[in-house]
């Protein structure tokens, strides 16, 4: 019995850790979304990993002591542990945040200049030449429309003959 229930407070101090890293997570972020996400991720986690200690300990039946001894070490793990690094934590995801807009900000500037270079070196000119070809200037006899025409006069009059 002992032995189980230390086994419990042994897994409420691990959903701590699990909570702490989901944390910075969440710092890192700061996102309503992404916050639903690692919460929702959480309590399966926690859900699945006290039913298997559950079904190993107890054969699935549910006690109050077990319960109480993975919050103590839970609530133990968090106003301890957690709390003597949160303030680190929070700068650590602060600088990442910021180090990962600037990273953003110079590759938007190195695609815009690849689009950019895409644009003057085949879009431009093609679409120069298709400037040309609408203004009605034709690039050879055959495009012509009195080359067509002709062309039609021609091919009409061999099926009357």
């Avoid at 680190?88 to 180090?99: D, G, N, T």
């Avoid at 003057?120 to 429309?145: D, E």
């Amino acid at each position: 019995m002992l032995s189980s229930v230390l086994y419990f407070f042994i897994l409420g101090v691990a959903l701590g850790v699990v909570y702490d890293a989901f944390r910075f997570i969440r710092l890192l972020f700061g996102n309503k979304a992404v916050s639903f996400a690692v919460d929702f991720i959480f309590c399966i986690i926690s859900a699945f990993s006290f039913f298997i200690l559950l079904l190993g300990f107890n054969n699935g039946s549910v006690r109050a002591l077990y319960f109480t001894s993975a919050f103590f070490g839970f609530f133990l793990y968090v106003f301890t542990v957690m709390s003597i690094h949160c303030q680190k934590q929070r700068k650590v995801a602060l600088s990442l945040r910021i180090s990962a807009k600037k990273f953003y900000k110079k590759l938007k500037k190195s695609l815009q200049f690849i689009c950019g270079l895409y644009y003057n070196i085949f879009v431009k000119p093609l679409a120069f030449t298709f400037q040309k070809l609408r203004k009605g200037k034709p690039l050879s006899h055959k495009f012509s429309r009195k080359g067509i025409a002709e062309n039609e006069r021609a091919s009409s009059d061999l099926k009357t003959e």
